[in-house]
């Protein structure tokens, strides 16, 4: 008696069994982003597969060779699927595959982009499932070995404060009960501990700020994911801010009027860090204007808000004849390093000028200035494509390294440009004139570039700095036309792909952190000008850091150590993920009308405040000294560099 194989041997190698095994073990014991999932497919059926687990029933089906032309049909269907979502071939994480499996079968009748939403916010309700199943009250949070880090004795809630405006606007109000219900019972400051300034300013107060301002005046939060009747007590996050604000405010008894980096929560005094050369960077010290402004508005304290405008006051003073500020300080005597980067001129004076609903115009100034400064300093045009790029090309070479974090620039430039609004209703605007006009070109044809930076690594994700080729004969400057406009960015090869040898990435600056500036950019294009082209370059982006950020366990994403292929993943959520990145992302695919631009800004640490008027008590309370050449020279660092501005009077 003869013996033949059948025709259909089971492939225990095969991907897909991989996906298969996954949904049947979890089917026992659901975790992660499968337990984050699951609420979207309650009242629906998985599809079976015939490869299950022997230990389940005996399949009932019709034979095989009896559905041949439902399985092409089917096959078919997902040839187009999967080549429409996953058309790039690149290799995914196990916990990727099992979200998109699960979700693009999901029949709805939502639009596209409502669909969109809802996929974000699975991933940030998978985020923080993550957070707060093995780390709640941890500064850090490490999804891979599911552990937690702290900055502070006991933990002070960094990433719970990042959490919570996003959890908010999605509407996740179980999640955000137990949010609360944590921190009436565990959130305290009172902690012997020195505590970076800055990061606990933006984030922990950044967060309790944008809580309180949601839940009391934008957002009626309602009872869709079970807050089981619970009353709201809105005046607890203003309550817990007030206790941290008290904490803070000694960082801003300083000689210099720059605010000490460091602050102990107990005694509420500032130092310096000795590791930094008791320096302190510009971002850092101008970051929390936002924050401070809009306590005194609510407190009623015009103590916070002289200390914000004396630390913008000292900064302006510094800068160049070029209008520039520095991004080090030397702490002690508020001068700037002059061997710094320059960029960070252009991180908050206009945010500030849109907070008191343009009512300042001194921030305004600042800006227009140095973004011309900006513009001619350090912009240039790569050599094959003419990308316009920003950054500052090695001595001696036509190689220009440009940071992700410059996408942010294009953003702000659109939301100079129009305050917010649409750009059909600026236009119809009295001030509108061809400078707004440029700007607006200007900042597309950066978003093209940023755009080319995602589009040249072979995840789909930026890496913290790309080189381009650049060329050393100024480009001609046509204002309105866009010289990277036509590109073709499908294009893999051919002369459509030329574009990508104007980019090179380095291995050592290879690195992802969750935090991209170009999102937000993508946002304020958006609703700015309201094309598609933004909203679908933001989709492509999201599906890669679900892509290859997922954790293989499921509990949540993380950092980037390589976006080369093949990526490789850090055991690290940064919070900014939460409080930016898949918020910006949200807000992206959202209807114009949630948290319109015209309506409300975002702090340095992405956290929604509101715009408001100026009053009696809250004024401009400077005024800039006027510009005579360059700013000398004042001294020396503790490390032998060469100081430029002074603090003044």
């Not at 960094?158 to 955000?176: E, K, Q, Y």
């Not at 309201?530 to 909203?535: N, V």
């Amino acid at each position: 008696m003869s013996f033949s194989l059948p025709k259909n041997v089971p492939r225990f190698d095969d991907v897909q069994r991989n996906y298969e095994n996954t949904y049947w073990a979890q089917a026992r014991n659901a975790s992660g982003v499968s337990n984050a999932i699951s609420g979207l497919l309650e009242g629906k059926e998985l599809p079976m597969y015939k490869d299950k687990p022997y230990n389940y029933p005996r399949s009932t089906r019709r034979p095989l060779w009896r559905r041949k032309r439902s399985l092409a049909g089917a096959l078919l269907v997902f040839i187009i699927l999967y080549w429409t979502y996953f058309g790039n071939g690149e290799t995914k994480t196990r916990a990727a595959s099992d979200i998109w499996n699960r979700l693009r079968w999901r029949p709805s009748s939502r639009s596209i982009w409502e669909r969109r939403m809802q996929e974000v916010r699975v991933a940030y309700e998978a985020s923080w499932d993550g957070y707060e199943r093995y780390a709640l009250g941890e500064d850090e949070f490490h999804p891979i070995t599911r552990t937690g880090g702290r900055t502070a004795q006991g933990g002070l809630g960094n990433i719970w404060a990042d959490s919570l405006d996003g959890l908010m606007i999605m509407n996740s109000t179980s999640r955000l009960s137990r949010a609360r219900q944590w921190a009436v019972q565990f959130l305290k400051f009172s902690k012997n501990q020195e505590v970076s300034t800055f990061d606990t300013s933006s984030r922990l107060l950044g967060g309790l700020l944008s809580a309180h301002f949601l839940s009391t005046e934008v957002l009626e939060l309602e009872n869709v994911d079970g807050n089981d009747g619970e009353e709201i007590d809105e005046d607890m996050y203003i309550e817990k801010a007030t206790d941290l604000v008290d904490r803070l405010f000694g960082a801003f008894d300083s000689p210099s009027n720059i605010p000490y980096p460091l602050i102990h929560l107990e005694t509420r005094k500032g130092t310096t860090s000795k590791d930094n050369g008791h320096r302190t960077t510009t971002a850092h010290a101008i970051g929390m204007q936002l924050e401070f402004r809009y306590l005194s508005k609510l407190l009623g304290e015009k103590l916070f808000w002289d200390a914000a405008e004396k630390t913008s006051q000292t900064l302006d003073a510094g800068a160049d004849s070029d209008n520039l500020i520095r991004g080090l300080i030397v702490h002690k005597t508020g001068a700037f390093v002059s061997s710094s980067d320059q960029l960070s001129s252009l991180t908050v004076p206009y945010f500030e000028y849109l907070q008191t609903s343009q009512q300042e115009p001194i921030y305004h100034e600042i800006w227009t200035e140095a973004l011309a400064s900006i513009r001619k300093k350090f912009t240039a045009y790569s050599e094959i494509s003419h990308f316009t790029v920003l950054g500052e090309a090695k001595p001696g070479t036509n190689i220009l390294a440009m940071e992700e974090t410059a996408c942010k620039l294009p953003g702000l430039i659109v939301l100079a440009a129009t305050g917010g609004r649409s750009l059909t209703q600026a236009r119809k605007n009295k001030s509108w004139n061809r400078e707004r006009e440029n700007e607006v070109a200007f900042s597309k044809e950066l978003m093209n570039s940023c755009w080319a930076l995602y589009k040249a690594s072979p995840s789909g994700l930026a890496a913290a700095k790309s080189f381009f080729k650049i060329t050393l004969d100024a480009a001609p400057e046509a204002p309105g036309v866009y010289p990277s406009a036509k590109i073709d960015w499908g294009a893999n090869r051919g002369s459509s792909a030329k574009w990508k040898d104007d980019i090179s990435l380095d291995p050592d600056w290879a690195q992802n952190n969750q935090d991209a500036s170009f999102v937000e950019s993508l946002l304020y294009l958006y609703r700015v000008t309201e094309e598609e082209t933004y909203r679908q370059w933001g989709w492509e982006l999201f599906t890669s850091y679900i892509n290859y950020t997922s954790t293989p366990a499921g509990d949540g994403f993380v950092a980037l150590s390589s976006v080369l292929e093949p990526p490789q993943q850090v055991d690290v959520m940064n919070g900014l993920w939460l409080s930016r990145t898949l918020k910006f992302f949200y807000l992206l695919f959202a209807p114009l009308d949630l948290l319109p631009l015209d309506k409300v800004i975002f702090t340095t640490s992405g956290h929604v405040l509101p715009r408001f008027k100026l009053n009696r008590g809250l004024n401009t309370g400077w005024k800039r000294k006027a510009r005579s050449g360059k700013s000398k020279v004042t001294g020396a660092s503790q490390q032998g560099e060469e100081t430029t501005g002074s603090r003044p009077d």
